[in-house]
Nanobody, 123 residues
Framework: QVQLVESGGGSVQAGGSLRLSCAAS????????MGWFRQAPGKEREFVAR????????YYADSVKGRFTISRDNAKNTVYLQMNSLKSEDTAVYYC????????????????WGQGTQVTVSS
């Protein structure tokens, strides 16, 4: 099982940027499809983005398309989420996740999760 630790969260004003990192240990992430999810207070955890094993394919939720970019560095065993043009509605705890099949956007499609990192966007 791979262990995941997110970092890079914080507070930013609307229109600003943040870069989240997800450091993996235990196994190399090249064996996994990687994803980012988020959960706002009182809401269900929702899919944000995913990236294929080599990084050749990515997929985004409509709400972040064109503003967020997911990337990975398998040599560093790390996945990133670059978030630009942040909005107040992006405020949430962001979770990194690892799965074995490409194409999933549901919580159950990913088997390993990090503990989350808080992102707060003020308007």
């Amino acid at each position: 099982q791979v262990q995941l630790v997110e970092s890079g969260g914080g507070s930013v004003q609307a229109g600003g940027s943040l870069r989240l990192s997800c450091a993996a240990s235990g196994r190399n992430i090249s064996s996994y499809v990687m994803g980012w999810f988020r959960q706002a207070p009182g809401k269900e955890r929702e899919f944000v983005a995913r990236i294929s094993w080599s990084g050749a394919n990515t997929y985004y939720a409509d709400s972040v398309k064109g503003r967020f970019t997911i990337s990975r560095d398998n040599a560093k065993n790390t996945v990133y989420l670059q978030m630009n043009s942040l909005k107040s509605e992006d405020t949430a705890v962001y979770y990194c996740a690892a799965g074995v099949k490409y194409g999933g956007t549901r919580y159950g499609d990913f088997g390993s999760w990090g503990q989350g990192t808080q992102v707060t966007v003020s308007s």
